[in-house]
């Protein structure tokens, strides 16, 4: 008798947990709606787009290197979303964190193509050249399509619009359908040297999604931000900003990030990677910010600047690769899921 209620009271406990658990484990695959995967890659770049038809892209594969982590990251993204194969591959621009991962990817998952800026423009920083002939040789196999984007573009994933906006260092001519509003933030913009690097030349995309509006430059640095956005805001206000370069603050200036006045910003820093003081209090300061999330603690922002707990993904300590995931709806509300507090935030359509 004395066993009996014990080991009922015991399976009563395990359904509970297992009700909550599923409950909590990942919000839901809601039908009409976008997912947003942002995938930890310890301060390089892969947010994996998932449209309601099953349509995906993903904008760029993180480090070549730690045995395929982030290849395996992004294909358990990939299969949280209940695809088998990534139809769109877009590359940002030839640095390490941002291409180099391509070939572990492409040896674990199926790729449709790849779409890019054309050709490295940084030949003289030789781990940039490895990672950039390790895609070429990829891209030589003839098993992928291969897109080489200009700016004014629509991208051919089906489900979302995807405009380009920047790519090898050229940027879009008029303004965006609705854009070309002045700027206040132009007055004191400051004058920024011309940025050499393959960042400048950087694939930067703005997704429409119904009325949800979402920008991604990349690692697009200052110079470039600054003639997007003066003397007139040639992108319009967003809702979701993907911080430009991990929150490096060589990008990120209040021309832009006040242009755009973003409700929620992602950050895809690492631990030591972005996540620079000066960029975060432009993010800080941004006129209708909500919330800052960070896939990362970050060391140099201390306690001072990091964001409150439950907005970051990987809280200083050993790392977990744990995600962020943003759900689109086309009515223009959204939420954001934190994959280590299992919480999620709704964000109502304004
Ligand atoms: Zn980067």
Known sequence: MGQFPSSLLRLVVGLVVILLSSAWAAPRLQRNALQVYFVDVEGGQATLFVTPAYQSFLIDTGWPGYEGRDA?????AAKRAGISQIDYVLITHFHRDHVGGVPQLTARIPVGAFIDHGVNRETTDAATNEVWGAYQKVLATGKFGHIVAKPGDTLPVRG???????????????P??????????CKDAEQYPADKTENARSLGTLIS?????????????????????????????????????HGSSQSGSPALVHGIAPRVAIMDNGARKGGNPPSWEVIAKSPNLEDLWQLHYSEEGGGARNVADEFIANPNGPDAGNYLQLTARPDGSFAVFNSRTKRTKEYPAR
């Open 72 to 76: 395996e990251r992004i294909v358990a």
């Open 176 to 185: 965006l359908p609705g854009a070309g509003q002045g700027n206040a933030r």
């Open 160 to 174: 979302m619009k995807v405009t380009v906006i920047s790519s090898d260092g050229d940027l879009i001519g008029p």
């Open 209 to 245: 999604f119904g009325k949800l509006r979402l920008l991604d430059l990349g690692d697009l640095t200052h110079d470039q931000e600054v003639k997007l956005m003066c003397p007139v805001n040639k992108l319009g206000k967003v809702d979701i900003y993907i911080v430009s370069h």
